[in-house]
């Protein structure tokens, strides 16, 4: 006879069919093997939507419900953790930039200090990274290529002190005044180093401005037309005094840096306005600078400044719970851009087309050779013709810095024209929805921004394991509210669900008011269940293992 064939078990089967004597039970006598619970940082619990219906979802407690590339720092300022083997190269990039802000710049700066310092040869060549290049005498300078390497070398200072700013001053003072929501405290930091920055340099291109009108216009004569013609008298302005150079590329290079804040930080949702505004903004203030056209861009950089500087404070008094002051912070705002942004600033737009070439700047060629008597460039307009090119005329500082001469044309003139009123037609469409905004104050719901900061917080990190009143006032609705983002909702690689519209909504949470129905999968995804339905579902869990 035969012996029987062997019975071909799992390892797990195997492990179960052995009783305490060593022996086979039969399989009846056999208990069901429960797998030993899996560790895991974020405590899941594995649940199954209906009963006897094979587990396909996971559901994450709220109070541990964070993304998977957000987490908060010690500082408050969020940090993301390093992208998943799907992100791009450019992820990569991205996060690393944002991270390492602070110690990226400080190492660029030092390598260009022991580069100056280690290298004597090559000390002509980097002083320019941290001194202003061509000093004619007397504390004036000329233009030349070598003065991007100061706007360089500003783009990334000003990377770091923002840095520095934000993670060790800022953010903490916000903890201190109250702020206590993770994001808040970031929005407020933000909106405080504009603040800053804006008073420093409102007031210094004011004084600027002031002290390079000239003398002549002083009362009676000191009327609006001649202030505008002022603004074009004196075509080419071939000598800068060391302030206004530096004030006009240290404002570039911020630009240039905001550029780069906007790209390797949080999207906003006006992300492509502000991208075409930062864009047109550096190309204005890179061709008046190249086309000697410096103090008219003073004027223009005072005009838009004096907003930037009231609108941070009105979003920094939100951030503090101060409504009241917040709203009466918005109204000066609202008046100012008005008076600013559309009456001054299309004051000056109309100015390039009613006075220039009929009461100053008159098209035509202009020396640029040094007099014989003073040494000085001379400037003088020794033809009225002004040809058709545009572009090496605007660039002529880095393009020809040898040049003798330099042109002004029609073209040139509605170029600049142009340029001015594609930035007017952006604070149009962000006026549009000031408006809105005054429409809520008006029916008393209080300013608050619509264009970019609506953002909610998401509160991250262990939270209290005793019951508050928000968590027993929640067993009461049909499921509890959790505020989220786009970001916070995965469902994974599998077929696509109704939860998939919702995460496209706006973060401003979700309505306990929605009705979903008996879809618990998608109610347990995004961590909607209520603690009485939890425990009801874990009950049937519990009841149909043991009933096996």
């Known amino acids: ?176 005044l109250g702020v206590r929501r993770r994001k808040p405290r970031v929005r407020f930091a933000e909106q405080s180093y504009l603040l800053l920055y804006y008073c420093i340099y409102w007031t210094w291109g004011l004084q600027i401005f002031m002290k390079a009108t000239p ?15 002022s603004l074009w008298t004196g075509y080419p302005l071939l000598r800068l005094d060391a302030s206004m150079k530096l004030y006009y590329l240290s404002q570039l290079a911020f630009w240039v840096q905001q550029i780069l804040v906007i790209h390797i930080e949080e999207k906003r949702k006006d992300h492509y306005q502000m991208l075409t505004h930062h864009v047109v903004t550096i190309a204005l203030l890179s061709t008046s600078y190249g086309y000697r056209q410096c103090r008219v861009g003073n004027a223009v950089l005072i005009c838009m400044d004096i907003v930037d500087l009231i609108f941070p404070l009105a979003k920094i008094l939100r951030y503090l719970g101060l409504q009241a002051a917040c709203d009466a912070a918005f109204a000066l705002f609202v008046v100012t851009w008005l008076a600013a942004r559309h009456a001054a600033y299309l004051t000056i737009c109309w100015s390039i087309y009613a006075h220039v070439n009929e009461d100053a700047m008159s098209y035509g060629t202009y020396s640029l050779r040094q007099s014989t008597e003073t040494g000085r460039a001379s400037g003088v307009r020794l033809s009225a013709d002004g040809g058709r090119e545009v572009f090496s005329n605007v660039f002529q500082p880095f393009l020809d810095p040898t040049a003798e001469t330099v042109s002004f044309n029609a073209r040139i003139r509605w ?134």
Not at 109 to 135: D, E, N
Not at 215 to 229: F, G, K
Not at 434 to 453: F, K, P, T
């Open 1 to 176: 006879m035969d012996p029987p064939a062997p019975i071909e078990t799992s390892r797990a089967d195997a492990m179960l069919a052995v009783d305490e004597n060593g022996t086979l039970s039969p399989p009846g006598r056999r208990e069901i093997y429960t797998p030993p619970p899996q560790k895991d940082d974020t405590d899941v619990v594995r649940m199954a939507p209906e009963l006897n219906d094979p587990i396909t979802s996971v559901y994450e407690p709220p109070s541990l419900q964070t993304p998977s590339t957000v987490r908060t720092s010690s500082k408050g300022r969020h940090e993301k953790s390093p992208p998943s083997s799907r992100d791009s190269l450019a992820g990569w990039l991205r996060q690393g930039m944002v991270d390492h802000q602070l110690g990226l710049s400080m190492n660029l700066i030092l390598l260009i200090g022991f580069s100056w310092l280690l290298f004597p040869t090559l000390r002509g060549r980097m002083a320019a990274f941290y001194s202003l290049a061509y000093p004619i005498g007397q504390g004036d300078f000329g233009q030349g290529p070598r003065d991007l390497q100061l706007v360089g070398a500003l783009v990334v200072i000003f990377t770091g002190i923002r840095a520095f700013a934000l993670d060790y001053i800022l953010i903490p003072l916000a903890s201190l």
């Open 415 to 548: 170029t600049f024209l142009g340029l001015l009123l594609g930035l007017q037609c952006i604070t149009l469409m962000w006026f549009v929805m000031i408006c809105r905004v005054v429409a809520r104050v008006l029916r008393g719901e209080g300013a608050d921004d619509s264009r970019s900061d609506d953002e909610e917080d998401v509160e991250t990190g262990p939270q209290p394991t005793q019951p508050t009143s928000s968590s027993v006032a929640a067993k009461s609705k049909p499921f509890i509210e959790v505020e989220a983002t786009a970001d916070q909702l995965s469902f994974g690689q599998g077929r696509r669900t109704g939860a998939e519209q919702v995460s496209k909504r706006r973060s401003k949470g979700f309505s306990s008011g929605l009705n979903l129905g008996d879809r618990k999968e998608i109610l347990n995804r995004i961590g909607c269940l209520s603690d009485e339905q939890l425990a009801r579902e874990r009950e049937k869990r519990e009841s149909s293992s043991s009933g096996r």
């Open 215 to 229: 003398s002549s216009l002083a009362e009676p004569a000191l009327t609006l037309e001649n202030l505008l013609i």
